[in-house]
């Protein structure tokens, strides 16, 4: 039996690269899959109907289901709909994946207000609009095994220098995605976060003095190597991972921590400004300064008191 067989999901952004490699494996796995996408260029200009529509014809040849949907994850109201439609269509909702962003690259000094509001409104607010509609389905009904599926990037998780409005966004989502975990998990529903890594118009557009070095081949590099963290998560055995960012790249799919205290400085009142100012020294310098910010390592607490 396939992995996702009657499982319904809704993709956004699944009309190219990683989305559209998602949609595919999805559906392939037996998953009928809604299939959002704008056609719009890499920085949001633009638009078709071609991406998606080709996404839902390679999914039909290849015998699966899917359906297509144009609208904008931006719009609210538009977002309901798209729930609305995988429901109606298909009668029910079990997953939903966002995948769906745009770039608008510029280092934060030379940022204009249009470049934030554009990135953080199709990643951020994208991801919170079709979550809640998700959401509101799965409170309702309850009794499922419910999936959320938010993408983010290593550019919000170490901070890409030239992208302050895709790495906030990308952030964001985690935070977002950390709420929903706990928020919904009594509803029989699971939220976790991708964070891919794959050859896609995005990854292209980067400056080659700004990407790291390559060291895997165009096969390994592709967006279907991401695509196996996705279904394993909308699948019903992924039941016990929940409020998670796990990476998955090439061949290595890894397991991000969670953020958690690594050094514990406690008083005893209130801080006399000396004797903090030594504490904070003397206990937090020692675990930053022998790392960098790829190579940092989870650390238990360490207390000292004042």
Known sequence: MAALEGRVCIVTGAGRGIGAAVARLL????AKVVVNDLGVNLDGSGGGQGP???TV???RRAGGTAS?????????????RLVHQAIEEYGKLDVLVNV???LRDRMIFNMSEQEWDDVIAVHLKGTYNTCKFAAQYFHDTRGGDYRLINFTSVSGLHGAPGQPNYAAAKMGIVGLTYSCANALSRYGVTANCISPGAATR????VP???RRARTQDELERAPENVAPAVAYLASTRSGW???RVIHASGYQISLYSNPEPIRVIQGTGPWELDRAFELIERTFRPAIEPTNRYGAQPQRPAAASN
């Open 202 to 205: 995005m990854t292209e557009s």
């Open 241 to 243: 991972i929940n409020g």
């Open 57 to 59: 014809a390679e999914i």
């Open 68 to 80: 297509v949907n144009f609208g904008s994850v931006v719009d609210h109201a538009t977002a309901e």
């Open 52 to 54: 998606a529509e080709e």
């Open 27 to 30: 559906a392939a796995e037996g």
């Open 100 to 102: 769906a962003g745009i």
């Open 208 to 210: 080659t003095e700004r």
